[in-house]
Structures are given as structure tokens and as C-alpha cells.
């Protein structure tokens, strides 16, 4: 079965960086589009960012465009997400979500970020 | 930038129907998923392309769509359908991924 688990989550403070893993299976990850997306305590869900399956094309949201960076390595059934430039406003869940006509049909469990001082 | 609206808060008693609205300009040109989330839990999509339900999905839940807006129907609600439900899609050219702003369902 589909499984994404998201990892490397943690506190860092205001400015600082953190990179993101999402260790897919249970499908052929290199066929499919894959997505970030994230929750601010108490909030809604925020589309972050998506990548084309072959890495060739990045689409990011206003918020974190020129900050953050897609990637993937197909060779490792893994996304990732650098983070730079970090702020408070940042802090949320980050989940990894799988494509389905640029919607989504599978969620990993999420990672916390925190930016704090 | 593109919106999708939906309203904060529906309520309904125990076997009634509620009915779940998200509009956006860019629907009639691109599907909308919705997604469940529970607290503390991760989303799950519950209706998919429109009015496709994954399986493991109850068929209490269904979705239609109609000009700019789609609707989330949930005949028959129960106390476990209590949760967020999120509306999603993305602008006419495909690159650009929103939600709404979600709408809590509240079981009387």
C-alpha cells in the first residue's frame, strides 16, 4: 500500500534552514507529481510546492517562493524540501502528498517545524 | 491570486444530510478533491475528480459539481463525520494548487 513518511522536521531559529524527507513506496514513485503542503497551528492547509515527475518543473506558493526548493531523487523514492531563510510565520505541520490530476489522493502523517528564538 | 470559498461551520443533527459548498472561478475547468481531517490526525481525501470516492470511503459521502462551485454531500451523518473539510483545486493553468479555507462540521 501507498506509504509517505515525512521526516527531518525540528526547532530552528528565525533566518536558519532545515531540508525536509518524504520516503515514499507502495507505488511507482518516479511516475507521479509530488506535493508539499503545510499547517500552521490552528489553521488551514497551505499548498507549499509541487514537482514534476521527472524533477524538470517546480511550481511554488507566493509565501515561500524564492525561499524554499522542491526536489526529488527518483533513485531513492524520496521528496525533499530545503527550507532557508526561515521565519516564524514558517512554524507548521509539513506533510508530503502524492498526485492525482493535480490533486491529492495520499497524505503522510506530517513533520513539525518550529521557528522560534 | 485565486480563492476558493467555502463556509466556516455547517451543522447537523445525526442522520440528516449536510452539504458542504466550495466555489472558485477556475471549477468548471479543473477538478476539486475534498479532504477530511480529524484533530491531531493527517487529511484524508474523501471524494476525488469531482465525485470519485476512494475506496474505504463510505458511500455516505458524495460530490457533484455545478458551474463555479462543487459540493461535498454527506447523507446520513454520523458522529465520526465530525471533522475539517477541506475543498481543493488549482487555477485555470494547472500550476497553481489552492484549498478553502475549510469548514468544520459539527454533529449536534
Known amino acids: 500500500q501507498v506509504q509517505l513518511v515525512e521526516s527531518g522536521g525540528g526547532v530552528v531559529q528565525p533566518g536558519g534552514s532545515l531540508r525536509l524527507s518524504c520516503a515514499a513506496s507502495?507505488?511507482?514513485?518516479?511516475?507521479?507529481?509530488m506535493h508539499w503542503v503545510r499547517q500552521a497551528p490552528g489553521k488551514g492547509l497551505e499548498w507549499v510546492a509541487f514537482?514534476?515527475?521527472?524533477?524538470?518543473?517546480?511550481y511554488y506558493g507566493d509565501s515561500v517562493k524564492g525561499r524554499f526548493t522542491i526536489s526529488r531523487d527518483n533513485s531513492k523514492n524520496t521528496l525533499y524540501l530545503q527550507m532557508n531563510s526561515l521565519r516564524v510565520e514558517d512554524t507548521a505541520v509539513y506533510y508530503c502528498?502524492?498526485?492525482?490530476?493535480?490533486?491529492?489522493?495520499?497524505w503522510g502523517q506530517g513533520t513539525l517545524v518550529t521557528v522560534s528564538s | 491570486s485565486y480563492e476558493l470559498t467555502q463556509p466556516p461551520s455547517v451543522s447537523v443533527s445525526p442522520g440528516q444530510t449536510a452539504r458542504i459548498t466550495c466555489s472558485g472561478d477556475?471549477?468548471?475547468?479543473?477538478?476539486a478533491y475534498w479532504h477530511q481531517q480529524k484533530p491531531g490526525q493527517a487529511p484524508v481525501v474523501v471524494i476525488y475528480?469531482?465525485?470519485e470516492r476512494p475506496s474505504g470511503i463510505p458511500e455516505r459521502f458524495s460530490g457533484s459539481s455545478s458551474g463555479t462551485t462543487v459540493t461535498l454531500t454527506i447523507s446520513g451523518v454520523q458522529a465520526e463525520d465530525e471533522a475539517d473539510y477541506y475543498c481543493q483545486s488549482s487555477d485555470s493553468s494547472g500550476s497553481y494548487v489552492v484549498f478553502g479555507g475549510g469548514t468544520k462540521l459539527t454533529v449536534l
Open positions: 477556475a471549477l468548471p475547468k479543473q477538478y
Open positions: 502528498a502524492k498526485d492525482l490530476d493535480t490533486g491529492f489522493d495520499y
Open positions: 475528480k469531482d465525485s
Open positions: 514537482i514534476r515527475y521527472d524533477g524538470s518543473k517546480t
Open positions: 507502495g507505488f511507482r514513485f518516479s511516475s507521479y507529481v
